[in-house]
């Protein structure tokens, strides 16, 4: 099993191979500001008390107050949710947006709870943290499988608990409950509005044959944007298996098809396929949209994609790079391609505390050009320093956070 933490610093070790920084502010870096582990009390519809464990990791707030979401997983714990805050810390440096480092999470697998329980668990680990978050201080968002319907129950005890009416303690919540137009598909987007700015540098085709691994709310938004832009999405997957149509899939009818039956299986036209068949498929653009580790050394040598656009966090181990940028495959790594979700979750920041509401257009016409900035900036860093994008992120979001410390 990777542990995600040990992949992060092995990428900072591999930053400061070819970047001097100080060692002062690296050591720091090494190391969260705070880890906080909690239990969360949870009465259960049969009367009894489970007992759950959850985090709250504070990276890094030299740009300003933590951001991050919150993840609800079985296999979620302290080494993963250390991974992804300080994967945040780099992020919204990247992005160009005023927020730090931070992550969530619960170990609980919510299926397994009733609507009634996975509300006490969700007002729970707010009720154990909400000294130390707040507008100005630590602002959490969703993540995997946590939902608007969450984050609005989340900021209601928050309110009930702080008094704080301005809900931006919160992202990630219902449009008309202080959510923001457009957060739902930002990812999504913002990982194709880079895509779209780096496409030429890449070499690749106009119309361009995509693989995506994950049909949640990244994956399915995601394949939805690229099809709307004449790419062609030719398989998709999730948890339960993939499938594949080498002419492309209808996207919008995969959508209300996995609405009916709860999977993309056996989806009418296409061929059912397993996720390593996915991974190994050949294609312009794969990309991950899952979870980490995907890509291992064990099935790295098999990539025959062009390019790969990480709109997950982790998604490729450090030894699974390796293997890839050696096949000359270039990979847009996840603190550029997927921080369309985290630059929209400040903008929804940034509505609450000056009471405006942006339209979805609005919101998209100011999440484009900070992408395309974010894309060309990382590709001029890395070009200048001989290296690739991600060390280029790396560096580009160090020189932001230093100069700040
Ligand atoms: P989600 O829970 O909505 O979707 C996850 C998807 O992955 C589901 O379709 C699930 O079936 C699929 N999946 C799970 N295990 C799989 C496997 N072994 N093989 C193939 N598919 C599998 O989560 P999401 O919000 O779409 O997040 C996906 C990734 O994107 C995560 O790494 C998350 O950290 C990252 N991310 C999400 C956001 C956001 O705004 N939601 C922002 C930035 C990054």
């Given at each position: 099993m990777h542990n995600p933490f040990e992949n992060a610093m092995t990428q900072l070790d591999k930053v400061v191979k070819i970047k001097n920084f100080n060692p002062e502010f690296i050591a720091r870096l090494r190391q969260p500001n705070r880890d906080i582990r909690i239990s969360i009390p949870v009465k259960m519809d049969d009367g009894s008390i489970k007992v759950f464990e959850g985090y709250r990791v504070e990276y890094n707030n030299a740009l300003g107050p933590y951001k991050g979401g919150i993840r609800y997983h079985q296999d979620t714990e302290i080494n993963e949710v250390k991974a992804l805050a300080f994967w945040m810390a780099i992020k919204c440096a990247v992005a160009g947006i005023p927020m730090g480092g931070g992550k969530g999470g619960i170990t609980v697998d919510p299926t397994k709870l009733s609507k009634g329980e996975l509300e006490r668990l969700s007002r729970g680990w707010v009720s154990r943290l909400s000294d130390i978050l707040g507008p100005h201080k630590d602002v959490p968002a969703p993540d995997v499988?946590?939902?608007?319907?969450?984050?609005?129950?989340?900021?209601?005890?928050?309110?009930?608990?702080?008094?704080?009416?301005?809900?931006?303690?919160?992202?990630?919540?219902?449009?008309?409950?202080?959510g923001s137009e457009g957060r739902g598909p930002a990812t999504g987007l913002g990982g194709f509005y880079v895509f779209d700015s780096l496409r030429a540098q890449m070499n690749l085709p106009e119309k361009c044959k995509v693989v995506i691994q994950g049909f949640g709310n990244v994956g399915s938004n995601a394949a939805e944007i690229f099809a709307q832009h004449g790419h062609t999405v030719i398989a998709v997957s999730e948890s339960k298996g993939a499938i594949y149509d080498e002419n492309g899939l209808d996207i919008k009818k995969l959508i209300e098809y996995k609405k009916e039956n709860k999977t993309i299986n056996d989806f009418p036209n296409s061929r059912n396929i397993t996720n390593e068949e996915l991974l190994a498929l050949k294609c312009d653009v794969l990309v991950p949209a899952a979870f980490e580790n995907v890509l291992t050394d064990k099935n790295a040598d098999k990539v025959q994609a062009s390019v790969i656009l990480e709109l997950a966090n982790g998604p490729v181990t450090p030894e699974a790079e390796e293997i890839i940028l050696k096949k000359n495959i270039p990979i847009i790594p996840d603190v550029l391609a997927n921080s369309g979700g985290v630059t929209v979750s400040y903008f929804e920041w940034d509505q609450n505390l000056k009471g405006e509401n942006w339209t979805e257009k609005e919101v998209n016409e100011k999440l484009q050009p900070l992408m395309h900035q974010a894309a060309q900036a990382i590709y001029k860093k890395a070009k200048e320093n001989n290296t690739s994008l991600r060390v280029g992120a790396f560096i580009l979001a160090l020189e932001r956070i230093e100069s700040k410390m």
């Open positions: 499988n946590t939902t608007p319907e969450i984050m609005d129950w989340m900021a209601d005890e928050y309110e009930k608990i702080t008094g704080d009416k301005t809900r931006a303690t919160f992202t990630g919540k219902p449009v008309g409950k202080g």
